[in-house]
């Protein structure tokens, strides 16, 4: 199958045709299957290491729970998933245990991802207490340590997640993350909940500490403005795959999906001149439902260059030269207008 993020670079992740698919069941006594969510239906990626992979796309694409998949957080229905070369799919919960030290998550939601009942030290400490690990100085040490290099007061350690912003709980969630020094971080949205001016304090957060570890992200969004300050390479879902992929100067230069141009268009642009010269692009209509999906391409039910051929033929990821991948049959011909 064609990679839509194939790099030459080492490769920390290698995602071949994954699919998610969750039963639909009748009601009744007797519950019977009755169809298949596709959440995500044959997606491929790669992630080199010590770079980041942004993954975008509207609410409800599988962005999310690709990454979960990932991370074997969601059940696998079929495909392939390789951390640092070791096939993940098959493993059981005693086995994946040591491969938690290599990789994380950071969730969208501060307020429901941190246990309320638990001090921030408590939770900050629990990679520790599972995996076995005894940091040099002690594990109360390296929590203080922790707290320190993700912007929060030491002397906090005792507090209650209740006591802290929304901000100082993201903080929190991520040097959980990073204890272990782990070598892949999916990031699910992890500033989407956040006031703007608290945004760019996490994701400078989220860069300088890649800087510092090597860490390697997959950074989901659905804002593109801000993948675009984080992310070396960006991968565009629709309705469960992928359906465009390159270089992030690239893609924000040239988009060559319908979808991903309609996205752009809604970026907004500090300039009031350049924003109302702009080409807006609005999509009709809501996106299909992943438990009954269009046949031929699954976005020709709200694209503005559908033809004939897009109701019947799904398009297939092809190669346009440069790394940049695309699935469409009638790709955007002239290159858009970058306004940044």
């Known amino acids: 199958m064609s990679d839509p993020t194939a790099t030459s670079s080492q490769d920390i992740v290698e995602v071949d045709d994954l699919r998610v698919h969750f039963p639909v069941r009748s009601r009744g006594l007797f519950p019977r299957v009755i169809g298949q969510v596709k959440a995500v239906d044959g997606v491929s990626l790669r992630i080199p290491s010590g770079q980041t992979l942004g ?3 509207e609410s409800g694409c599988g962005k999310s729970t690709t ?6 957080l ?7 998933v390789r951390l640092e070369g070791r096939d993940v799919t098959e493993l059981t919960r005693q086995q994946l245990r040591p491969l938690r030290r290599e990789a994380q998550m950071i969730f969208q939601d501060p307020f429901t991802s941190l246990n309320p009942r638990q001090t921030v030290g408590t939770i900050i400490a629990a990679p520790f207490r599972i995996q076995g690990v005894e940091p040099p ?6 929590v203080r340590e922790l707290m320190d290099r993700v912007g929060l007061n030491p002397e906090h350690v005792n507090r209650y997640p209740n006591e802290f912003s929304g901000g100082q709980r993201q903080r929190i969630g991520i040097a959980r993350a990073i204890a272990l020094r782990p070598r892949l971080i999916i990031c699910d949205e992890p ?3 956040l006031d703007v001016s608290i945004q760019a304090q996490i994701l400078n957060l989220l860069a300088g500490l890649q800087d510092e570890f090597g860490m390697s992200y997959l950074f989901i969004a659905h804002d593109l403005a801000v993948v ?8 565009v879902m629709y309705l469960g795959r992928i359906v465009e992929s390159a270089s992030r100067d690239e893609l924000f230069s040239a988009p060559l999906h319908p979808y991903t ?5 809604a970026i907004p642009v500090p300039d009031p001149v350049a924003q109302a010269a702009r080409e807006r692009i609005v999509l009709s209509g809501d996106p299909p439902s992943p438990l009954d999906p269009p046949p031929g391409c699954a976005f020709h039910t709200r694209c ?9 033929d799904a398009p297939a990821l092809r190669e346009m030269g440069d790394g940049h991948q695309v699935a469409c049959h009638f790709p955007m011909a002239e290159p858009a207008t970058d306004p940044h």
């Open 55 to 57: 993954l975008v796309g």
């Open 67 to 72: 990454g979960r998949a990932i991370l074997r």
């Open 74 to 80: 969601a059940p696998i229905t079929s495909g392939s």
């Open 137 to 142: 100085g002690g594990v109360a040490s390296a």
């Open 191 to 193: 500033v989407s909940a």
């Open 228 to 235: 675009r300050h984080v992310a070396q390479r960006v991968a």
């Open 261 to 265: 141009f309609a996205l752009m268009s």
């Open 304 to 312: 503005f260059k559908a033809q004939d051929r897009c109701r019947s």
